[in-house]
């Protein structure tokens, strides 16, 4: 199918969309997932303004690079195409996720696929994660 409209559940190990139909039809009976023992953090890229009036219409580049890092993931929120461009259109803009064995490997990740983002005024928290167990 194609990549971009298949639902991302990335701690889910199985064939989670044969088990989403098995649940809606009533047939789920054991549903082979598992849930990965890997660790993910996210990082929240927010609009200038935000949490007030957050500012629309800003530029937003290097989502390939971020999207290249390796367990990197990129989710939109306040995003919307403005001709040729992907522009801000909310608070939340994206939210970006690393994966890792540990806490400190998938914070690296998702800080490394965040430094990639740019637009004008963006701001993030940079101690998502800290407080997580590091193991």
Known sequence: GDPEAQVVLPLIEGPIAQ??????TGALTNP????????MVGVVAAAAG???KPMSGAVITG???AAAVPDALVFHAGTKRSGDNLVTAGGRVLTITGRG???D???KT?????SAVHFDGMQYR????RKAKTT
Request: aromatic fraction near 14%.
């Open 19 to 24: 088990a989403f139909f098995d649940a809606a």
């Open 32 to 39: 082979g997932l598992t849930l990965a023992t890997d660790k």
């Open 50 to 52: 935000y949490p007030g």
């Open 63 to 65: 989502l390939d690079e």
């Open 101 to 103: 064995t540990t806490f």
């Open 105 to 107: 490997a998938a914070m």
């Open 110 to 114: 998702s800080y490394q696929a965040v």
């Open 126 to 129: 940079k101690d998502i994660g």
